[in-house]
């Protein structure tokens, strides 16, 4: 069974411009989670879906970032425009349940690296 | 707050040799408790957990920790380090309830292998 899959895997554009990251959870889990994670630093959470409902978006900076999931399974993050500060790996994962139950068995994809020149 | 620290931003340790991370936390009550190793260029991957019962966990690729609540501690362990484990390693917790519960990662420790 395939993984969590993201890409592109790197991306290199200047600030001001847009850039998405696109995240194919593992089939049938009904939750989607974005993450941060900045370099040495643990990953934090951006958004939160079920299915196609944003559930938890406390996060997510709404003036320049934002997600969906359309159809509830595959998922878009947008940057636009991008700053320096948003350089850092982008992390898609999934799980069957929603949190408290399905944070344990949540899974990762390999990341998108951004670098904001 | 609720907060995890990881003490170590770096450890070298030789190849055979005992490993221990730690981890300490501050939640108001016993959260759920994950290990996660990342590799380069690599998803986070769940090494072991624990919810209840026994303190010491068992989880894949030879890795145990240990829940101390008195401590506030949940230490990874190894006994013989393969030069293989070199990673990036990720304490994290997780309230025991809500909808809203979520994971809350430390800042990691890089595990340096020497030969």
């Known amino acids: 069974e395939a993984g969590v899959v993201q890409s592109p895997r790197y991306k290199i554009i200047e600030k001001k411009q847009p850039v998405a990251f696109w995240c194919n959870p593992i089939s049938g889990h009904n939750t989607l989670y974005w993450y941060l994670q900045n370099l040495g630093q643990g990953p934090e959470l951006l958004i939160r879906?079920?299915?196609?409902?944003?559930?938890?978006d406390s996060q997510l900076p709404k003036d320049r970032f934002s997600a969906e999931r359309l159809k509830g399974v595959d998922s878009t993050l947008k940057i636009q425009p991008a700053e320096l500060g948003d350089s850092a790996v982008y992390l898609c994962?999934?799980?069957?349940?929603?949190?408290?139950?399905?944070?344990?068995?949540?899974?990762f994809g390999p990341g998108t690296r951004l670098t904001v020149t | 707050a609720q907060s995890v620290t990881q003490p170590d931003i770096h450890i070298t340790v030789s190849e055979g040799a005992s490993l221990e991370l730690r981890c300490n936390y501050s939640y108001g009550a016993t959260p759920y408790l994950f290990w996660y190793v990342q590799s380069p260029g690599q998803g986070l991957q769940l090494l072991l957990k624990y919810f209840s019962g026994d303190t010491l966990v068992q989880g894949i690729k030879g890795f145990e920790a240990e829940f101390k609540r008195s401590q506030s501690s949940f230490n990874l362990r190894k006994p013989s380090v393969h030069w293989s484990d070199a990673a990036e390693y990720f304490c994290a917790v997780a309230p025991r309830t809500g909808t809203a519960s979520k994971l809350t990662f430390g800042t990691g420790t890089r595990l340096q292998v020497t030969l």
């Open positions: 994962a999934s799980s069957l349940d929603p949190p408290p139950t399905g944070l344990h068995e949540q899974y």
């Open positions: 879906y079920e299915n196609e409902e944003a559930v938890d």
